[in-house]
């Protein structure tokens, strides 16, 4: 079992930043790849930003490429979503999730997720 925690969201204005946080607790050795996903109302879940765990290759969904960066302590267990130059459309409920292979990152195929936390970008 893994145990994920988000933190670090908020409400802040377009063109802002802020920078999220999981703690991964657990059986944590077994999480090859952490990822980001998030959504908004009426909308499905997406995803946003993914890591390999351990080499620390990174993958990002299109819409953030260039504004989003994801990194992770693995002494700390921990992983962060580095957020720059939000935007409106960024405002949703933002998840932190892991699972035990390195395949199909980009889809909301993982076995282990947080609660959410919520980002509210002004315009």
């Known amino acids: 079992q893994v145990q994920l925690v988000e933190s670090g969201g908020g409400l802040v204005q377009a063109g802002g930043s802020l920078r999220l946080s999981c703690a991964a607790s657990?059986?944590?050795?077994?999480?090859?790849?952490m990822g980001w996903f998030r959504q908004a109302p009426g909308k499905e879940r997406e995803f946003v930003a993914a890591?390999?765990?351990?080499?620390?290759?990174?993958y990002y969904a299109d819409s953030v490429k260039g504004r989003f960066t994801i990194s992770r302590d693995n002494a700390k267990s921990m992983v962060y979503l580095q957020m720059n130059s939000l935007k409106p459309e960024d405002t949703a409920v933002y998840y932190c999730?892991?699972?035990?292979?390195?395949?199909?990152?980009?889809?909301?195929?993982?076995?282990?997720w947080g609660q959410g936390t919520q980002v509210t970008v002004s315009s």
């Open positions: 657990g059986s944590t050795f077994s999480s090859y790849t």
């Open positions: 999730a892991t699972k035990r292979t390195i395949v199909a990152v980009t889809t909301t195929r993982y076995d282990y």
């Open positions: 890591i390999r765990w351990t080499v620390g290759s990174t």
